[in-house]
């Protein structure tokens, strides 16, 4: 990484000439992350044609290795051939590329989504990576919300719902509860919760019933109802889950009854 020589890539970015980066002299897991991360930002921020052509073909030639080093020491990865993709799953914590670094998509511990991790987070000082575990120790350290106390700082019935709902979603941490919501937010996921399927059915008429979505379809000619007959249209086709659960428009119910959703 020494012999790597920077130049001035698109509003003044600071990369990598790819010409200068010797993919053949790699050794560490630090030198081929790290090079696959700057030709990623010379690729992205090219300050030619030519120049940025070399930087991603080289960049993916890295791809493949980069993801299997990763995924050695107990990371998902979603860092392909053809560019930090979605593989299909659907699970929150995993990595991807950003524009010069290594993205983590989201953490247990954290609001925050697509986090940087730093060098001294990934790679021990022989530029071997961390384990998974130890990299997002160092990370919780750097970015780790505090914790609710259930037993402590809501009421038990609250309580009772937010770990019926963790258990369900395997959530581990609480770090902010609006029992006037209600809601709760476990890491960047963010829950709440109706008594039953009848409260959030009537929740859902009110909020169609201020029309603004009932007008839009009758200007477009979706239909010809007056505004009651098409709210019962719209619950009995779509059902009430289309008008709360913005997140994917479902919702799950508990054993007692509890009707909830994801929000974000």
Known sequence: MKDWIYIDGYKGKKIVNPDTVDLTTLKTDEEIIM???ELGKASHFRSNEKLGTSAWEKEVQLADKVRELLEKVGWHAHIFKGGSTDCGCDEALYLHSGFGSIEVHQ????????????????FNADGSLRSMKETLEFLRKRIGDDTVNLEADVSSKTAEI???IMKEEDLKEVHEVDESMPSFRSGAQEYTWRDNEEQAEQEARQLLMDGDEWKMAV????????????????IKDDGWEIVLCSYDSTANTLEDGTVYWRTN
């Open 219 to 234: 200007q477009e000619g979706k239909t010809d109802l007056g505004l009651e007959d098409w709210v019962e249209e719209v």
């Open 107 to 122: 953490v247990p511990f954290a609001s925050e989504w697509n986090i940087d991790l730093l060098p001294k987070e990934l």
């Open 35 to 37: 090079a696959y991360c």
């Open 162 to 164: 937010i770990r019926a």
